[in-house]
């Protein structure tokens, strides 16, 4: 049964309106030091007892397959890793080009389906991969008055040294995206799988055990969040502070998981959720951030809704 435009386009978009509270709560952590990975720990805690709690009224947890299990345990790691990195990053440059990067996630679940479901790839889709690359690659160009105050704060160090840290805090950033970029597909990538995988009555995985996946992928993020908080041995000045925004963070994230869980196993489902958050998060880091705009931030978002539109320009225009 082919899919509705609520499952191929409302859902999604609704999706992408709740993964962009997550970054909202990351950009008002930041003048408070609360990083990232601490608000998405209390998100897991909260997430996993909620899919839980939601799986144990469909069904017994002993039909759950092994592979719903185990790509939950590997879509809550990448989180892990992607968040890590993500605090890392927003240290370096602005919010909107990182989480345009961060909503590319669907671009490496085209090249999964490609190798590994043998989907078809049209020509368009080829050229927003290369879109995508290219946004991450200019997303990491700092923007001007970034490099100016390096050089301010640098004054007293020669011209030589300040080009070198210069260049080697943007290679660091590059390779910070490029990572992000990687990493964060995997818990997509495992939606789609398991969408593929079917049950005796025909229906989905992701639409069978969801609630278990999701509660899997919560739980590993959890348990990762708390054990590098124990092993760097961070304290919060604000508790209150920290609870406020990781229950900010994990509404946001668990609204927008769980609309896609509920959406079709098209890739058409991750582009209409990325592209609608870059464009959430810019808007409101401009308006209520002040977050300073310049050519290349323009041009990482312009590459990112570029790569969204090729994606999945035939099959727009086939809906129309």
């Given amino acids: ?12 978009a609704l999706a992408g309106g709740g993964f962009s509270l997550v970054a909202i709560a990351y950009r008002l952590g930041q003048p408070r030091n609360i990083i990232p990975l601490d608000m998405l720990g209390i998100c897991g805690a909260i997430g996993a007892v909620l899919f839980a709690g ?22 809550g790691l990448g989180q892990y890793v992607a968040i890590k990195m993500l605090g890392c990053a927003l240290r370096i440059g602005p919010l909107s080009p990182l989480w ?11 090249v999964y389906a490609r190798v590994f479901l043998t989907e078809d790839l049209l020509p368009l889709q080829y050229l927003a991969i290369a879109a995508s690359i290219l946004c991450v690659l200019v997303a990491s160009i700092r923007p ?8 301010g704060a640098a004054s007293t160090i020669t011209a030589a040294a300040v080009r070198a840290a210069r260049l080697r805090t943007g290679l660091i950033y590059l390779a910070l995206l490029l990572a992000i970029f990687m990493i964060n597909s995997l818990l997509p990538i495992g939606q789609r799988v398991l969408g593929e995988l079917k049950a005796a009555d025909g229906r989905g995985f992701n639409l069978l055990y969801g609630h278990w996946f999701l509660a899997t992928v ?37 609204s927008g998981l ?8 098209s890739a058409i489902v991750y582009a209409v959720a990325g592209i609608t958050q870059i ?13 300073r705009t310049s050519a290349t931030w323009y041009a990482a978002l312009a590459l990112g809704v570029l790569a969204v539109a090729l994606a999945n320009w035939n099959q727009v225009v086939a809906g129309l």
């Fill in 1 to 12: 049964m082919s899919a509705t435009p609520l499952e191929t386009f409302i859902l999604p």
């Fill in 54 to 75: 939601l799986g144990m009224r469909i069904g017994s947890i002993a039909d759950v397959p092994a592979q719903v299990w185990l790509w939950g345990l590997v879509g």
């Fill in 100 to 110: 345009c990067v961060l909503s590319l996630a669907f671009v490496p679940t085209l």
């Fill in 144 to 151: 001007a008055e970034d490099a100016a105050a390096d050089e």
């Fill in 218 to 254: 919560y739980a590993m993020l959890a348990v990762c969040a708390l054990l590098d908080a124990v092993a760097t041995g961070r304290t919060q000045a604000s508790r209150r502070a920290l609870l406020a925004l990781g229950v900010l963070a994990g509404a946001g994230s668990m």
């Fill in 258 to 265: 769980g609309l896609l869980n509920l959406c079709s196993s």
């Fill in 279 to 291: 464009l959430i998060v810019a808007v409101i880091s401009v308006i209520a951030f002040g977050e």
